[in-house]
């Protein structure tokens, strides 16, 4: 045994060698458990993780990426990145990787889609970063995935919920307005690109909805959609805007003659009958079209425009279609004058009743008389109610309207009997279907009546053809409530609505007033209008009903009437309508003959 010198050195010495080799057994103690750490971080990650080598080729994968791509561990090792990525994204994808390699950018993360095993499209978050070695050498890549398909999908949703109509599927009012903006953006770049815009409203949709019940008219609208969008191209646009109302934007039309063609195609399309819950079902459509210029700005004012020519295609007949043009919009804006003047004229009481007395044909006496009510415009003078009638039902003002013409014609005609001692004496009023689907009517008239101390059956009320018919539930209703108060009920232009003689047995009816059309006609080179004049005289007297010819103009026609056995008759060949201080002269003259 050799001799130990200097043991102090020696002992120094050894426990500085022992201390280096317990320092790096616990550095490769601790490097082996981060690395056992590592791995299991990596393998029960609840993302999707994966390490490649620098083509992206899959090293290592764990359980969460197999799930998220429907691959087993084995066959995505046989895979790549690149090869999985969706063709739309991989040159962001591979060009963010050159950087990432290059050492331009440390670690990138982008959203990007991917291609699972069977053709699904993945949407996910990745994150990818750099794996190096001691010396700083780019080994690996190492990719983070999460799996957002189920967030996109319902963003997708939300945005297409957003843009559509929840019934139909098809676009909506603000998908379709972005779309018109983006056209008139076009036009403004190149004067030369037409386009037109269609807006469309389902006839008489309303009386599908109360016969047949809301369940056949939803799916009516869906069937109207499928083939509205059948008649389309990919690059226009089928919109619904609520209700029964659509509209289509074509785009990059040839000429003017190309919206027309396609119009008349919707039309021929949508007249085909449709099969729906058992039910048979016709409809008709009416459109306007509006073709781009230079003047529109906004969507707005194309579907204005449009709107107004499908008003016009309905006031025309329905069925059609018409072209907008720039008279009418100066009659829409003349007709929005007309709406504000009639607002005021209710508040302003510039509504005056005329009567036009109802005739004996047989005495020659006066029976009754029809109230008719005129308008006293302050500038325009009178007004006549073909020019303010129907503005006033659309607006619902001829609600009110109605109830004080009612109001002011029993009035007067109770005094008018006091005066002169005629309590037989009747009114005829004219009410309108919004009259008929006011709850209060039958109550107010009930009122009117008993604040005018007025008999119940010295009031008749004169309503259409056509109102009984598309209105047949509701106005059958109020019908019978009027019945039960003895109030007369009599229809106005028979014979120039639908014709159908079915409504006569079911409904209250008392009274046939025979439409001046008829009258006008009546004259002895004309034996059809003779032969006509004559079947409603004998239909009514079989249903013990009256008789009333309205127009009479002249002696021949009065004649005629008393020989065909009309009992009451009203027109000019006596009087023009009288206001209400006419009428006192004009009874007196009447009692002296």
């Known amino acids: 045994v050799a001799p130990v010198h200097n043991t102090e050195g020696y002992l120094t010495h050894f426990i500085g060698v022992q201390t280096d080799i317990t320092q790096r057994r616990e550095a490769e103690e601790a490097l082996q458990k981060s690395e056992e750490l590592f791995r299991l971080t990596f393998d029960l990650a609840p993302i999707g993780m994966a390490i490649t080598d620098l083509s992206g080729k899959f090293l290592r994968v764990n359980q969460s990426l197999c799930d998220a791509f429907n691959y087993s561990k084995a066959e995505l090792l046989q895979q790549s990145f690149l090869g999985l990525t969706h063709g739309e994204d991989l040159a962001t994808d591979v060009f963010l990787n050159q950087q ?4 331009e950018i440390n670690q990138f993360q982008i959203e990007k889609r991917y291609l699972a095993k069977g053709g699904k499209i993945v949407h996910a978050l990745l994150q990818v970063g750099l794996l190096c070695d001691r010396e700083g050498k780019t080994l690996y890549l ?12 319902m963003e997708e949703k939300l945005l297409h919920d957003a843009c559509h109509d929840s019934l139909t599927g098809l676009a909506n009012r603000a998908f379709f ?40 008219g939803d799916k009516l609208l869906i069937a109207i959609a499928e083939k509205l969008s059948a008649c389309t191209s990919p690059e226009d646009t089928i919109a619904r805007l609520g209700g029964d109302e659509f509209t289509a934007l074509l785009e990059n039309i040839c000429d003017r003659n190309e919206g027309m063609q396609f119009a008349k195609l919707l039309l021929k399309q949508i007249s085909s009958p449709f099969n729906l819950e058992g039910y048979e079902v016709f409809i008709k459509a009416s459109i306007g079209i509006v073709f781009s210029s230079e003047k529109y700005q906004h969507p707005e004012e194309l579907l204005r425009d449009a709107d107004l020519a499908m008003y016009r295609a309905k006031e025309l007949g329905k069925g059609r279609y018409e072209v ?23 508040i302003n009481q510039e509504f005056r009743v005329y ?3 109802i005739i004996n044909l047989t005495t020659n006496t006066v029976t009754g008389f029809e109230a008719l009510v005129r308008w006293q415009h302050p500038t325009k003078g009178l007004i006549s109610p073909t020019n303010f009638i129907a503005i006033a039902q659309e607006t619902r003002l001829i609600i009110p309207i109605g109830a004080w013409v009612i109001q002011q014609a029993c009035a007067q005609l109770k005094a008018w009997q006091k005066q002169f001692s005629l309590p037989n004496l009747t009114i005829s009023v004219n009410i309108t279907v919004e009259q008929i689907h006011h709850n209060k009517l039958v109550a107010e008239i009930t009122s009117i009546l008993a604040a005018n101390n007025l008999d119940s059956r010295c009031l008749k009320l004169e309503i259409t053809e056509s109102l009984m018919v598309e209105n047949s539930f509701a106005a059958n209703k109020v019908f019978s409530q009027l019945r039960k108060r003895e109030i007369q009920l009599c229809i106005d232009d028979f014979g120039t609505g639908y014709s159908s003689l079915s409504y006569l047995y079911r409904f209250p009816i008392d ?36 008789v009333i010819a309205e127009g009479i103009e002249t002696f021949e026609q009065l004649q005629k009437l008393q020989a065909l056995g009309c009992t009451e008759g009203q027109g000019y060949y006596f009087t023009k309508p009288l206001s209400s201080q006419e009428i006192p002269a004009y009874l007196e003259k009447q009692l002296k003959k």
Do not use: C, W
């Not at 190492?142 to 999908?153: E, Y």
């Not at 720039?326 to 209710?346: F, K």
């Open 100 to 103: 990432l390699i290059k050492g």
């Open 142 to 153: 190492i990719h983070q995935i999460i799996d957002i398909t189920d967030r996109k999908q």
């Open 177 to 216: 307005e972005a779309q018109v903006k983006k056209a008139i953006a076009k036009t403004q770049q190149d004067p030369e690109h037409l386009f037109a815009v269609l807006f469309l409203d389902l006839d008489r949709f309303k009386v599908i909805n109360d016969s047949l019940g809301h369940l056949v």
């Open 324 to 346: 907008f043009d720039q008279v009418m919009h100066e009659s829409a804006v003349s007709r929005l004058h007309l709406e504000n003047d009639l607002q005021r004229a209710l």
């Open 355 to 357: 009567y036009q007395p």
């Open 511 to 546: 009274i046939l007033k025979i439409d001046q059309s008829f009258i006008r006609r009546l004259t002895a080179k004309n034996q059809n209008s003779v032969s006509v004049v004559k079947t409603i005289i004998s239909l009514a007297q079989s249903l013990d009903m009256k």
